[in-house]
């Protein structure tokens, strides 16, 4: 009698035997181990520190390095979490300084293009599973949220007509647009910006929205297609005027 035999007997309790071997089986599983609080914490935190030590020596010493060499520019202070994004075709990258980027993220560049170009500037923070592809160019200005599962879309990829999408051709130029966001533009997460769209500065973008035209400076747009829902009046700081850099703070202003 072979073991897969055996177990199905166990599992349809035939007999005695194997009904008291199901028993067992069921009492084995039920099996647990006391919680000693003093000892269990100290493992925890135990566990959490090696992981985050080992998290810490594989981004400074393996992640970001392979990251920088296929960059043409990356300032001082980058970060990369999370490991390392995943790159499709030729993509000219340039990352300002203090810049926070999540490896879980995808950034493509079309390849009807000589040199699409992807530029992040200071201070900007780019979320998980972010998805940029890249027409000729997409700029990201200073102290950018782009939360997470965001979509920045400046290139279709495949073409409007059945016939060349069968022969696997790729979009023409003309389904390709350049994208701009402005200094302090916030991105909530799952939002869509499609090809062509500038947004404004300090403007907000809310969750789930799907930006098609421009967005006005210090405006939130809402819903799909995106449509101003609200003015901001941007704050200011200094005996100069000049306007307050602060992004939106804490865990919900990052994920959107």
Same mark, same amino acid.
């Given at each position: 009698?072979?073991?897969?035999?055996?177990?199905?007997?166990? /599992?349809? /309790?035939?007999?005695?035997?194997?009904?008291?071997?199901?028993?067992?089986?069921?009492?084995?599983?039920?099996?647990?181990?006391?919680?000693?609080?003093?000892?269990? $914490?100290?493992?925890?935190?135990?566990?959490?520190?090696?992981?985050?030590?080992?998290?810490?020596?594989?981004?400074?010493?393996?992640?970001?390095?392979?990251?920088?060499?296929?960059?043409?520019?990356?300032?001082?202070?980058?970060?990369?979490?999370?490991?390392?994004?995943?790159?499709?075709?030729?993509?000219?990258?340039?990352?300002?300084?203090?810049?926070?980027?999540?490896?879980?993220?995808?950034?493509?560049?079309?390849?009807?293009?000589?040199?699409?170009?992807?530029?992040?500037?200071?201070?900007?923070?780019?979320?998980?599973?972010?998805?940029?592809?890249?027409?000729?160019?997409?700029?990201?200005? /200073?102290?950018?949220?782009?939360?997470? $599962?965001?979509?920045?879309?400046?290139?279709?990829?495949?073409?409007?007509?059945?016939?060349?999408?069968?022969?696997?051709?790729?979009?023409?130029?003309?389904?390709? $647009?350049?994208?701009?966001?402005?200094?302090?533009?916030?991105?909530?997460?799952?939002?869509?910006?499609?090809?062509?769209?500038?947004?404004?500065?300090?403007?907000?973008?809310?969750?789930?929205?799907?930006?098609?035209?421009?967005?006005?400076?210090?405006?939130?747009?809402?819903?799909?297609?995106?449509?101003?829902?609200?003015?901001?009046?941007?704050?200011?700081?200094?005996?100069?005027?000049? $306007?307050?850099?602060?992004?939106?703070?804490?865990?919900?202003?990052?994920?959107?």
């Amino acid at each position: 009698m072979g073991l897969q035999q055996l177990a199905l007997k166990i /599992r349809r /309790r035939e007999g005695v035997f194997y009904n008291g071997l199901y028993q067992l089986a069921v009492r084995i599983r039920h099996i647990k181990s006391p919680t000693i609080p003093p000892l269990h $914490r100290f493992l925890y935190y135990e566990r959490k520190s090696r992981k985050a030590f080992g998290s810490y020596l594989k981004r400074v010493f393996y992640n970001e390095p392979l990251f920088k060499s296929i960059c043409r520019k990356v300032g001082d202070r980058f970060c990369l979490v999370n490991g390392i994004p995943w790159i499709e075709g030729h993509l000219d990258i340039y990352i300002g300084d203090k810049v926070t980027l999540n490896g879980i993220t995808t950034l493509s560049g079309a390849t009807v293009w000589e040199k699409p170009a992807l530029y992040i500037g200071d201070g900007s923070y780019i979320g998980y599973q972010v998805t940029i592809t890249v027409g000729s160019m997409i700029k990201i200005g /200073r102290n950018v949220l782009v939360a997470d $599962r965001v979509s920045l879309i400046g290139y279709d990829g495949h073409p409007l007509d059945p016939v060349r999408r069968a022969q696997h051709q790729s979009a023409p130029k003309e389904e390709g $647009r350049p994208i701009i966001i402005e200094d302090n533009v916030w991105i909530c997460s799952n939002a869509t910006v499609l090809k062509g769209v500038t947004i404004g500065e300090g403007a907000v973008v809310a969750t789930h929205a799907v930006v098609t035209a421009d967005v006005p400076p210090n405006t939130v747009v809402a819903g799909n297609p995106a449509r101003v829902v609200k003015t901001l009046r941007p704050s200011f700081s200094g005996e100069d005027g000049e $306007r307050g850099k602060a992004a939106p703070t804490g865990h919900h202003a990052e994920n959107g």
